[in-house]
């Protein structure tokens, strides 16, 4: 079990409405999210130390692609890089896997939120044993 | 060489003709001018024969009457022989002047050389008869009467000279007037003879004339008529829609056999046709231009719509002006090329099946997770939030439900039946159905359509916005090929009016169409792209498109990418171009 205070979730979507309701589903779990709608604003908050064990973002944001955020977020210092990685997204993908991608978890859109939620808990956890 | 022929022929015919003419001429008038003369000389005849001779006659018969007169009165002078002799003197003295004064007397040459003769003699008769006038009761001696017999015995012989002069002449003329006789019944004869020959071959010919072009416009009118008979057959025979109509009534003259059978087989005058011409001449662009191009369809009565597409031609038919079209019917190309474009649009969709799944994957999250909130919220027995997520929800799915709209639209099959449109509604539906796919491909658009949102043009709606997708997938595509040198994403959409056209370009930054192709880029099979990408097809469809609305298509190069221009011609309502009119 984790407790409160470490699970810190910044979540990006430019999608206004589904940024919120996952925010709100996340707040209501237990975790602590930030939300941002653009990928900058993102980049500038890890830059800044926000420091978040968890990065869930939408692979095609308005003003950068996701996969950069995830890029960025991995050549963060380790004190401040999230342990976890997440890309939920809506595209179709050809040969795009998360490996490729960078991330821990990759789930196509629509996610059920329960599932997503509890995969990413059960990871963080294993993360935090190792 | 007939040619050449035919110029001799006729130039001497003319030679002949005006031969023929003055000839007839020439004789008319030696003929007028012989009748003149023998009149003429008839009439000096007459007048010789009147006078010659016969005043001198006339005055020796008197002067012998005197002369016997004198001779019995001077036997035994008395009163009553005296006045015998005075009657007679007197009488000759007025013949005497008669001689060489009178017009027939002039006419005797030798006359002149005898009139101071017969002077003298006057002179003694008028002192004879101032003597007797002296004393008119004194009878005149014997011996004045033998003196004055004497003194007028020489004037016998001046008379018998001017006789023989007169008969003289006389006989001269009587010899003209035998020659005169004998010569008119030859010459005038001669000359009626060439003149009425001359006038008759002059006719002949003529006529002959006359009678081959009669013969050779009565061949003209028959082979006119077998080749009016023919055309009619050729015209009846032929699978093609041939209607003539007069323009000014709209009234149908003549429709061939398939014409009835496809258009109509009511009179010409029923709504049928009158619909059918209509639609003809609303398929017209511009006014009266001769041989244009009509291209239309017409919805039969049964509903089947039919495509036609052919020439309208000012024709004379029936002895008037009148219209004639001549129409293929295409309605088999028609379907044919709606199940191309059909083919091309859904392969257009499957092209960007990833995008609308994503475009619709989106509200589909943003419902799964209200969804999932809701239901925590309704566990909690929060229920004062829970209308908002509702809201949410009903949002999404009206979101979900313009998506799945967008592709149904698109993927309907679609007819050639052209209707105004709303051109600015158009594009903008067009633009909002690859706007997915352009963010996902990190393209921008960049959209300035300077347009009235009422503005209008006429054609068919969906196909319109298959263009314009067709030009934004085209330059998607081409930035995807070209990302690798470094093509800056942008695609600049315009619109703009000039007068009664209408403009609207797509162009992008993509490196552009290449110079090889570029002349025959609108062809069918002509592309750039590999083979899983595209049919080849969508360019020249859609020119097809944009000419069927009356417009034209052109590509170009410009600014660094391919540059593809519309031309539409505005839609206006009749009303309106009746305003414009006046």
């Keep these: 079990m984790i407790s409160a205070a470490r699970k810190t979730l910044l979540l ?31 980049e500038r908050l890890l830059f800044e130390g926000l420091a978040p064990e968890c990065l869930l973002t939408d692979l095609r944001l308005g003003d950068m692609d996701g996969s950069r955020l995830v890029a960025m977020a ?26 490729n991608l960078g991330v821990d978890i990759l789930r196509l859109k629509p996610v059920d939120p329960v599932m997503l939620a509890q995969e990413m808990e059960d990871m963080l956890l294993s993360r935090m044993t190792d | 060489m007939t040619l050449k022929l035919s110029n001799l022929r006729r130039r001497w015919s003319l030679l002949v003709t ?6 007839t001429a020439c004789l008319f008038a030696a003929t007028t001018f012989l009748y003149l003369d023998h009149a003429r000389q008839r009439e000096m005849l007459a007048v010789s024969i009147r006078t010659s001779g016969w005043v001198a006659y006339q005055a020796q018969i008197e002067l012998i009457k005197t002369l016997a007169a004198l001779r019995i009165d001077a036997v035994d002078p008395s009163m009553v022989g005296q006045e015998d002799v005075l009657l007679r003197i007197e009488i000759l003295r007025s013949r005497l002047p008669i001689l060489y004064e009178s017009e027939e007397g002039k006419l005797l040459n030798e006359l002149p050389a005898h009139v101071p003769t017969i002077k003298g003699y006057e002179a003694i008769i008028d002192v004879f008869l101032a003597e007797v006038e002296a004393q008119p009761e004194v009878i005149v001696p014997t011996q004045r009467l033998n003196k004055l017999h004497d003194e007028l015995q020489p004037l016998a012989r001046t008379l018998q000279k001017i006789l023989q002069t007169s008969v003289a002449y006389n006989e001269s003329i009587y010899k003209r007037e035998q020659e005169l006789a004998k010569s008119p019944a030859f010459i005038p004869l001669a000359l009626m003879f060439f003149s009425v020959t001359s006038l008759v071959v002059f006719v002949l010919l003529q006529a002959m004339r006359d009678r081959q072009r009669l013969i050779a416009v009565e061949r003209a009118q028959a082979e006119a008529a077998h080749m009016q008979e023919n055309l009619r057959a050729l015209i009846r025979a032929m699978p093609a829609v041939v209607v003539v109509f007069d323009s000014l009534n709209n009234v149908v003259s003549f429709a061939n056999p398939l014409a009835q059978t496809l258009i109509d087989t009511a009179p010409p005058t029923s709504k049928e046709w009158r619909r059918f011409l209509k639609a003809a001449q609303d398929s017209l662009t511009g006014d009266e231009a001769e041989g244009v191009i009509v291209s239309f369809s017409f919805q039969r009565s049964n509903g089947k719509i039919l495509a036609l597409r052919g020439r309208r031609q000012r024709v004379m038919w029936e002895g008037r002006q009148q219209c004639m079209l001549a129409l293929a019917d295409t309605t088999q190309v028609r379907d044919a090329e709606l199940q191309i474009m059909q083919a091309a649009k859904l392969a257009t969709l499957g092209e960007m099946a990833s995008a609308i799944a994503h475009e619709i994957n989106q509200p589909l999250t943003v419902i799964r997770m209200a969804a999932a909130n809701a239901q925590r919220l309704l566990a909690n027995g929060d229920t004062a939030s829970l209308e908002a997520k509702l809201d949410r929800i009903n949002a999404q799915i009206e979101r979900a439900r313009r998506i799945t709209d967008q592709v149904r639209r698109y993927g309907r099959s679609t007819t050639l039946h052209a209707e105004p449109f709303f051109l600015r509604r158009a594009i903008d539906l067009a633009i909002s159905f690859v706007a997915e796919q352009y963010s996902m491909s990190g393209i921008r658009l960049v959209i300035e359509l300077d347009l009235p949102v009422e503005l209008q043009v006429s054609g068919e709606q969906t196909l319109f916005e298959q263009v314009i997708v067709n030009l934004l997938i085209n330059a998607r595509d081409a930035f995807e090929e070209n990302r690798a040198k470094g093509a800056h994403p942008t695609v600049q959409v315009r619109a703009r009016v000039e007068g009664e056209q209408v403009s609207v370009s797509v162009q992008d930054q993509a490196g552009g169409i290449h110079q090889d192709i570029l002349s025959t880029v609108f062809d069918p099979f002509t592309t750039t792209k590999s083979e899983s990408h595209g049919t080849g097809l969508g360019l020249s469809l859609s020119r097809k498109i944009i000419r069927g609305m009356k417009g034209e298509i052109v590509a170009s190069n410009a600014g660094g990418g391919a540059l593809f221009l519309i031309n539409l011609p505005v839609y206006r309502r009749e009303a309106e171009l009746r305003e414009a009119a006046q």
């Design chain 1, 74 to 99: 991995h050549a963060l210092p380790t004190l401040i890089r999230p342990r976890l990685m997440v890309v939920i997204t809506g595209n179709i993908l050809g040969c795009a896997t998360k490996h």
């Design chain 1, 12 to 42: 990006c979507d430019d999608e206004k409405d589904l940024a919120e309701e996952l925010g709100e589903y996340f707040s209501e779990t237990g975790w602590r999210v930030n939300i941002c709608n653009s990928g900058r604003e993102a």
């Design chain 2, 18 to 23: 005006v031969a023929l003419v003055a000839t």
